[in-house]
């Protein structure tokens, strides 16, 4: 917890689960209430886009931090703020969108670009810390991510649905989840970024200390 680039970087997943669980929770909903898809349909599509995509983004994430950071190790933390930057513009086409089966296929980049944080940062928890600490390092970050991502995620989306209910009816839910994933992933980024400021300074630091 001494080191910055390690609170950053917590703090960034924990925000991008924050969103990412929040979204999870109530896209079925959404697909459902605002465009009236068939559960069948709406269960085989997210099934297919999760498996392709999410597996996807999750092992490229991982293979691209891997191969640029050997130049640089800062892109481990670059990866996931440039991935989850690209993905803002596809959210508020695929909430905003008026035809249900082309905001389905915009969910795609969602699912892709969103897994890609996933490898850079449990791989620089291991990283930043003796071999004797990793364990700890990879429950606290755990505990952090589970903590606000899980925790407070889907209630946040579900509380401010109802709050917009009046104003917005049965779409609310549309502008609860934009909201919430715009305002969250942007915070995550920068989160990142900072992480990356100090990344190299602290990586030294923990090299210096091992025997």
């Known amino acids: 917890l001494s080191l910055r680039s390690f609170r950053h970087m917590a703090f960034g997943a924990a925000l991008h689960a924050f969103y990412g669980y929040g979204a999870s ?24 886009l999760g498996f392709t995509g999410g597996v996807a983004g999750t092992y490229l994430g991982g293979f691209l931090s891997d191969r640029l950071a050997s130049r640089d190790p800062r892109w481990y933390m670059w990866v996931p703020a440039v991935a989850t930057t690209v993905y803002i513009p596809f959210a508020f086409l695929l909430y905003l969108w008026p035809d249900g089966r082309t905001a389905l296929l915009l969910s795609f980049p969602g699912s892709f670009l ?10 620089m928890t291991q990283s930043l810390v003796a071999p004797r600490m990793r364990a700890t390092a990879s429950a606290i970050l755990l505990f952090v991510i589970n903590l606000i991502g899980l925790g407070l995620g889907p209630q946040a989306v579900g509380i401010l649905s109802d709050l917009l209910h009046g104003e917005f009816g049965i779409e609310s839910l549309r502008y609860a989840l934009l909201s919430v994933v715009a305002v969250f992933a942007s915070w995550s980024v920068v989160h990142y970024w900072l992480a990356a400021r100090t990344l190299v300074e602290d990586l030294a630091a923990k090299d210096a200390l091992e025997p």
């Not at 896209?27 to 349909?41: D, K, L, N, T, V």
């Open 25 to 48: 929770a109530f896209i079925a909903a959404f697909f459902a209430r605002s465009h009236g898809i068939p559960s069948g349909e709406l269960g085989t599509w997210l099934a297919v």
């Open 114 to 123: 969103g897994g890609m944080y996933l490898g850079p940062t449990f791989g």
